[in-house]
């Protein structure tokens, strides 16, 4: 079975430009999470969908992040303009949705965003 | 409010010497517990959870933790580490209910010896 998939891997950019991820979580996941992982720091939560439904965004800085899922499958993270302090690494995780059922979250590989 | 501490953000151990690294963690109700590993340019794999029952709960790749209430810990511990034990470890704490968001300590990062 895949795991979830990430992509770019790494990307490069200049402050004040535009960057976006990708995510395709494991075949069957409801649920799908972006998480932000700062140097020396554990992931941070920015949005998490059940389906196609951002259920909890309260972390996201709404004002220059976005993300969508749109078909309830895959997603996509962006950010316009990027700053220096958005550089880190996003993490996408998905986890099946089983009503009484421990909470068990996979992980992709990332993407390593720097901002210059 | 639910947190998760690791005392300890390096710890440097000797090839097959013990390893235990700390997790306290503090939530309101009965605790989900997760230890995941994160080795360079990688995601994170789950190492071992806990959700109920025997307290002791084994994991892969060797590795053990247990569930200690009245402490608010959740140690992680391998009795014999190996140099692919080399990475980033994080303790993280999360509600029962599926599909709800984890909160993760800051981590510790192994650093094994010849």
């Known amino acids: 079975e895949a795991g979830v998939v990430q992509s770019p891997r790494y990307k490069i950019i200049e402050k004040k430009q535009p960057v976006a991820f990708w995510c395709n979580p494991i075949?069957?996941?409801?649920?799908l999470y972006w998480y932000r992982q700062n140097l020396g720091q554990g992931p941070e939560l920015l949005i998490r969908y059940e389906n196609e439904e951002a259920v909890d965004d309260s972390q996201l800085p709404k004002d220059r992040f976005s993300a969508e899922r749109l078909k309830g499958v895959d997603s996509t993270l962006k950010i316009q303009p990027a700053e220096l302090g958005d550089s880190a690494v996003y993490l996408c995780?998905?986890?099946?949705?089983?009503?009484?059922?421990?909470?068990?979250?996979?992980f992709g590989p990332g993407t390593r965003l720097t901002v210059l | 409010a639910q947190s998760v501490t690791q005392p300890d953000i390096h710890i440097t151990v000797s090839e097959g010497a013990s390893l235990e690294l700390r997790c306290n963690y503090s939530?309101?109700?009965?605790?989900?517990l997760f230890w995941y590993v994160q080795s360079p340019g990688q995601g994170l794999q789950l190492l071992l959870k806990?959700?109920?029952?025997?307290?002791l709960v084994q994991g892969i790749k060797g590795f053990e933790a247990e569930f200690k209430r009245s402490q608010s810990s959740f140690n992680l511990r391998k009795p014999s580490v190996h140099w692919s034990d080399a990475a980033e470890y994080f303790c993280?704490?999360?509600?029962?209910?599926?599909?709800?968001?984890?909160?993760f300590g800051k981590g510790t990062s192994l650093l094994v010896t010849p």
């Open positions: 939530y309101g109700a009965t605790p989900y």
């Open positions: 993280a704490v999360g509600p029962s209910n599926s599909g709800y968001a984890l909160n």
């Open positions: 806990y959700f109920s029952g025997d307290t």
């Open positions: 995780a998905s986890s099946p949705w089983l009503a009484g059922v421990n909470n068990e979250q996979f």
């Open positions: 075949s069957g996941h409801n649920t």
